[in-house]
T-cell receptor
Framework: KQEVTQIPAALSVPEGENLVLNCSFT??????LQWFRQDPGKGLTSLLL?????REQTSGRLNASLDKSSGRSTLYIAASQPGDSATYLC???????????FGAGTILRVKS | NAGVTQTPKFQVLKTGQSMTLQCAQD?????MSWYRQDPGMGLRLIHY???????DQGEVPNGYNVSRSTTEDFPLRLLSAAPSQTSVYFC???????????????FGPGTRLTVL
């Protein structure tokens, strides 16, 4: 059974700091991995999607990497801002079917 | 496009009551799904549909029914609400159910359900 773990569970950093969020998964048979942002009381907003054949994706200050063989992904946020404060979720899409398996998320707080 | 919409945003039920959570998308997406989100557990798949007339169970289907009579709508029915169904429910959709396509999933804003 695929399990997805996100470390740390919570992170508090000063504004301007670069930071890394970690996501690990137990079964490397994934089709892609997606990072989401969730603001309190809101839905999920897709940030980046990495296909299993790719190593990384970039969007603005965000960079996500994927090492499928070791079961790891990282989300790098450069020059963090208070507006980045949210919960960040990673989810893997299994090779068999269209199901997403989610991690529990990392709660990020960027202090001004 | 309105994207994925869900109604209601909030709902309080008594144990044993039934209700339907509505989900609609206007992107002509083939694949739709329902998740529940509980503290510390991430999102878990309840039911999903790969197209009109086709539904299947996810990880936690007990106590829920779904139907997909049109491409746009995918309602989730709680048959007899229980306190364990207190959660936030999210509907999601993606363009295709086929593995080979670029399949980013889009989520609705959620329905916060409390069962007393």
């Amino acid at each position: 059974k695929q399990e997805v773990t996100q470390i740390p569970a919570a992170l508090s950093v000063p504004e301007g700091e670069n930071l890394v969020l970690n996501c690990s998964f137990t079964d490397s048979a994934i089709y892609n991995l997606q990072w989401f942002r969730q603001d309190p009381g809101k839905g999920l907003t897709s940030l980046l999607l990495i296909q299993s054949s790719q190593r990384e994706q970039t969007s603005g200050r965000l960079n996500a990497s994927l090492d499928k063989s070791s079961g790891r992904s990282t989300l790098y946020i450069a020059a963090s801002q208070p507006g980045d404060s949210a919960t960040y979720l990673c989810a893997v899409r299994l090779e068999y079917g269209n199901k997403l398996v989610f991690g529990a998320g990392t709660i990020l707080r960027v202090k001004s | 496009n309105a994207g994925v919409t869900q109604t209601p945003k909030f709902q309080v039920l008594k144990t044993g009551q039934s209700m339907t959570l509505q989900c609609a998308q206007d992107m002509n997406h083939e694949y739709m799904s329902w998740y529940r989100q509980d503290p510390g557990m991430g999102l878990r798949l309840i039911h999903y549909s790969v197209g009109a007339g086709i539904t299947d169970q996810g990880e936690v289907p007990n106590g829920y029914n779904v139907s997909r009579s049109t491409t746009e709508d995918f309602p989730l029915r709680l048959l007899s609400a229980a306190p364990s169904q207190t959660s936030v429910y999210f509907c999601a959709s993606s363009y295709s159910a086929a593995r080979e396509t670029f399949n980013e999933q889009f989520f609705g804003p959620g329905t916060r359900l409390t069962v007393l």
